[in-house]
């Protein structure tokens, strides 16, 4: 449990002025089976999030994260979390930098970067381009381990010149992709997955780079805010992602997201995206996403709910589980936007039924979040044209408005009446025109039926004027 003072330290209370998030409940997750799952940075990211958005687990998490960062060769990141630390909690030991590892480490870095260089200088004197894509490739992984993902970039980029093969243009692919994740540079993502997709590799070989191109494009789709899209690439991704081995020495079901986030990921941009008969065929009955939902069951079950215009149960599951997505590195910045399309979409599909609901009601089926009220949000749903109702504040009803079907059918009967008048007359003036032999006849060689000729390009009102005085039943 976090000490009682993390609330009150100067980090989080300067946190809340400035408006970021800052979640004080703790999550259904457990902590150290939750960290487990991941490698690599985005294991640092996720501590680094989690220490600095939940006053219950900050303490915890930023341990955690010093005592990873002191295994790995980023002093920058390491001395990042440390004063984070001393700003939370101040007599925490591990929150003052250890100055003799920051030192000795950077000067194992520098050390290391001059070592690969001059391996670089002495591969492009000798001309061996397999040695110069290598030479390439560790000085891009040595940026990655640093935290510099832009230099890791050109790096991996500079290798396209010495790519002797398909595969080697694909694993330079798949890195630039990975330091593209990693520096939230999505464009890249998305411009390298289109350059791996119509590679010709052998089936083996694209079995593999499938699921990891559409589970990095619904990230890619998801950090954009094109929730369907997301949600679209999450449904593609086969569940041999969640075994597969290293592809470009990237575990990529540990070191960018794992089968749970592509459950909750793709369950949640669904929800937000599609309606109740795309849920049903698309995922609830997608066999292949169905083994994603089973790591996340609480999603599954609030698909099945919102299918089953069971909505106020598909919120109360959603609502229980927003502290463990507001600690999520992905999730984090989509959640509020998120929620509030299944809450409006919910409540959309609740009030379809009925001709008028009382407040109250609403109120009940739905619980107001946070300061708003049930008819504030409602009255801002209505001006939004996402709603269409109004609301008796008199009586204190959400009234649909008046249709009257009878009207509706008339209005198209009149529709339908004008259309044939409005034929009929144009017939009636082409009729005239022929009468009076005002058609130009196609020269020879070009013939052309008659009424193509006369239509094409004409306007028969126009025609009508000209052969003023005729009737029009000639």
Not at 308 to 325: F, P, V
Not at 438 to 445: D, N, R
Request: charged share 25%; proline share 4%.
């Amino acid at each position: 449990m976090a000490p009682p003072n993390v609330e009150d330290s100067a980090f989080f209370v300067e946190a809340k002025a400035q408006g970021r998030t800052v979640v004080k409940d703790p999550p259904k997750f457990d902590f150290e089976s939750y960290i487990a799952n991941y490698q690599g940075r985005t294991r640092l990211e996720r501590l680094y999030l989690i220490g600095t958005t939940s006053t219950y687990l900050s303490v915890d998490a930023l341990h955690a994260a010093i005592a990873e960062a002191k295994q790995g060769k980023d002093v920058n990141f390491y001395s990042l979390l440390t004063d984070r630390l001393h700003q939370i909690v101040q007599d925490d030991p591990l929150g003052i930098p250890d100055v003799q590892w920051c030192e000795r480490k950077t000067k194992e870095v520098k050390a290391e970067l001059e070592s690969l260089e001059q391996q670089l200088k002495q591969y492009k004197n000798n001309l061996i381009k397999e040695s110069i894509r290598m030479g390439h490739d560790d000085l891009g992984q040595f940026y990655t381990d640093i935290g510099d993902h832009a230099s890791a970039m050109k790096s991996y980029a500079r290798e396209r010149d010495y790519c002797n093969t398909t595969q080697n243009v694909a694993d330079m692919s798949l890195k630039l992709i990975y330091s593209g994740i990693l520096q939230r540079s999505w464009a890249t993502v998305n411009s390298n997955v289109s350059k791996i997709q119509p590679m010709s590799l052998k089936p083996e070989e694209k079995a593999r780079l499938d699921p990891i191109c559409n589970a990095v494009l619904g990230l890619s789709q998801l950090a954009s805010g094109n929730y369907r899209e997301a949600a679209r690439q999450f449904l593609l991704v086969n569940p041999s992602f969640m075994t597969n081995d290293k592809q470009a020495n990237i575990t990529w079901q540990k070191q960018v997201l794992t089968g749970n986030d592509i459950a909750v990921y793709g369950g949640l941009c669904a929800l937000a995206s599609m309606d109740r008969s795309e849920l049903q065929r698309l995922v609830l009955d997608n066999n292949d996403f169905r083994q994603f939902l089973e790591l996340e069951p609480h999603i599954r079950r609030a698909i099945s709910l919102f299918c089953g215009s069971k909505y106020t149960q598909c919120l109360e599951i959603l609502e229980a589980y927003r502290t463990d997505y507001l600690l999520d590195i992905y999730l984090n910045p989509h959640i509020k936007e998120l929620y509030g399309r299944v809450r409006s979409k919910s409540i959309v599909q609740y009030f379809i039924p009925f001709s008028c609901v009382t407040l109250q009601q609403m109120a009940k089926a739905f619980a107001p979040v946070g300061d708003v009220s049930i008819e504030d949000e409602l009255t801002e749903m209505i001006h939004r044209g996402v709603l269409d109702a109004r609301i008796d504040l008199v009586d204190k009803l959400l009234v649909s408005p008046p249709t009257n079907p009878r009207t509706q059918v008339h209005a198209n009967a009149i529709k339908m009446a004008q259309d044939y008048e409005h034929t009929l007359r144009l017939r009636l003036v082409r009729l005239n025109m022929m009468n009076e032999g005002l058609v130009i006849k196609a020269p020879k060689g070009h013939q052309q039926n008659q009424s193509q000729t006369l239509e094409s390009g004409f306007d028969p009102v126009q025609a009508a004027q000209v052969v003023g005085g005729k009737s029009w039943g000639g």
